[in-house]
């Protein structure tokens, strides 16, 4: 089992940048891929990125590429979602998601309760 809880969320101008933080408990984080999804009001989650255990590789969704970058932190079992040059259209609620490394299932098994980003025009 792992919990998952993002942080770092809140309302920012146009342009403006934020960084979003999801923490594990569990020792085991560095045994999980982690993604990052939004959903905004009246539409589906969608992906927004993924990064490996190890942090070796990492994937963005068009959207958010090249404004975005993914990190993690295994010793502080946290990972990171870094995001500039931030648009309306990227208010949502984000969440973090945890599946385990090597896993031929894309679904990801947990998930955090969310955190949201407003931005302004």
């Not at 309302?11 to 939004?38: E, H, I, K, N």
């Not at 963005?60 to 502080?76: C, E, L, M, P």
């Amino acid at each position: 089992q792992v919990q998952l809880v993002e942080s770092g969320g809140g309302l920012v101008q146009a342009g403006g940048s934020l960084r979003l933080s999801c923490a594990a408990s569990s020792r085991t984080f560095s045994l999980y891929d982690m993604g990052w999804f939004r959903q905004a009001p009246g539409k589906e989650r969608e992906f927004v990125g993924a990064i490996t255990w190890s942090g070796t590789n990492t994937r963005y969704a068009d959207s958010v590429k090249g404004r975005s970058t993914i990190s993690r932190d295994n010793a502080k079992m946290t990972t990171y979602l870094q995001m500039n040059s931030l648009k309306p259209e990227d208010t949502a609620v984000y969440y973090c998601a945890a599946r385990p490394r090597f896993s031929t299932d894309p679904k990801y098994d947990y998930w955090g309760q969310g955190t949201q980003v407003t931005v302004s025009s």
